[in-house]
């Protein structure tokens, strides 16, 4: 996937992924935005993404029906939730 020229939403800005993946879409052209757990459009901001990188660090904070048609996701969480079952 070429990223010039997409449009790329990072939701984190932790140190170990949500900055360096902002830098690296810059680097090669994208425009970024950069959101958090606080961001108050946060569905509208992913709803307009070409490239979505999630990293925010908390299970289900991003809904299925908010990311647009043909958007690239690349989910960075780890995270426990409580009651669920590893496969």
Do not use: F, Q, Y
């Given at each position: 996937v070429s990223v010039a020229g997409k449009h790329a939403v990072v939701i984190?800005?932790?140190k170990i992924v949500g900055a360096p993946?902002?830098?690296l879409?810059?680097?090669?052209?994208a425009t970024v935005t950069t959101c958090h757990?606080?961001?108050?459009d946060l569905p509208e901001q992913v709803g307009r993404a070409d490239i979505?990188?999630?990293?925010?660090?908390?299970?289900?904070?991003?809904r299925g029906e908010w990311?647009?048609?043909g958007a690239?996701?690349?989910d960075c969480g780890i995270n426990h939730v409580p009651g669920?079952?590893?496969p």
């Open positions: 984190g800005r932790s993946m902002h830098d879409l810059l680097w090669n052209h757990s606080k961001t108050p979505l990188v999630v990293g925010a660090g908390r299970a289900e904070m991003v990311v647009k048609e690239v996701v690349i669920s079952v590893d």
